[in-house]
């Protein structure tokens, strides 16, 4: 019903750059939370950022981050192509992970919510 389509990854050397991008496809009604998730080999997946739309007291969006990627990386969304993106800036060996997004999508109306995931993307930071 959805799909959510990673891409942007890559491999670069630490102290890089790379854009991640995420669109989701298919029977949508509205998307209200879109993240950035990464697992690395070995280790448990973890939130590396999220967005909620309008989430704020003004209607704005909210964004959270890990305390590891913080001011280092920086999650948008474009709620009219029904994108996620994550621009990675500084990147470090530590970094290296597979990155997937997902989102809460309301399929026909906002009574019922599901979260969809992606296949992921692998980055790799060279030290």
């Known amino acids: 019903q959805v799909q959510l389509v990673e891409s942007g990854g890559g491999l670069v050397q630490a102290g890089g750059s790379l854009t991640l991008s995420c669109e989701a496809s298919?029977?949508?009604?509205?998307?209200?939370?879109m993240a950035w998730y990464r697992q690395a080999p070995g280790k448990q997946r973890e939130l590396v950022a999220v967005v909620t739309r309008g989430g704020s007291a003004n209607g704005d969006n909210i964004t959270d981050y890990a305390d590891s990627v913080k001011g280092r990386f920086t999650i948008s969304r474009d709620n009219a192509k029904n994108m996620v993106y994550l621009r990675m800036n500084s990147l470090k060996a530590e970094d290296t992970a597979v990155y997937f997004c997902n989102a809460d999508v309301a399929l026909r109306d906002a009574r019922n919510w599901f979260r969809y995931w992606g296949q992921g993307t692998q980055v790799t930071v060279s030290s």
């Open positions: 298919g029977i949508i009604f509205s998307i209200r939370r």
